[in-house]
């Protein structure tokens, strides 16, 4: 690729940032979303998990509701987290490919090092903070299953 004339660096500095800025808010509105999930889903465990002695007088299909209720946010928590996954690769494309166009490539770089650089004997290769991310809904959903068979047995 070429390089830039001089007086259009200073511009495609100034994409540059804005795009770097935009993939920021998109990983903060992320963190922000996950917090509410995470939230919502403790106090619904919490509550259903301290109501387990009352809840042999509970109905079946009470229980059957709060379970679907949360599998259903559990799903809805996963589809967000891979749409935020894949909006935040398309968005680092695009700054990996006006990176070219500058002196360095900050964010290039640093995938380079994190993939390819020597990783302790444990692990195999760089985990990415959405691969472990994406566990905890799944992990939520086994928690209101549980409970909902544990509520059928009581």
């Known amino acids: 690729m070429t390089t830039p004339e001089p007086d259009h660096r200073a511009e495609i500095f100034d994409i540059y940032k804005v795009a770097v800025e935009m993939a920021d808010r998109v990983s903060a509105r992320r963190g922000t979303a996950n917090a509410f999930f995470l939230s919502v889903q ?32 559990s799903a809805a928590w996963w589809l967000q987290l891979r749409s935020y996954r894949d909006l935040n690769s398309a968005k680092f494309k695009v700054i ?7 002196p360095i490539q900050l964010f290039a770089d640093e995938w380079q090092a994190l993939r390819g650089g020597p990783q302790p004997r444990w692990r195999h290769r760089y985990a990415d903070l959405g691969a472990s991310e994406r566990l905890v809904p799944l992990l939520f959903v086994i928690a209101h299953l549980i409970l909902f068979i544990g509520a059928l047995t009581v």
């Open 42 to 73: 403790s106090a619904l465990i919490t509550l259903l998990g301290l109501n387990m002695p009352a809840r042999s007088q509970f109905p079946w299909w009470g229980s059957l509701a709060v379970a679907i209720a949360g599998v259903t946010l």
């Open 96 to 102: 990996n490919s006006i990176e070219q166009r500058l």
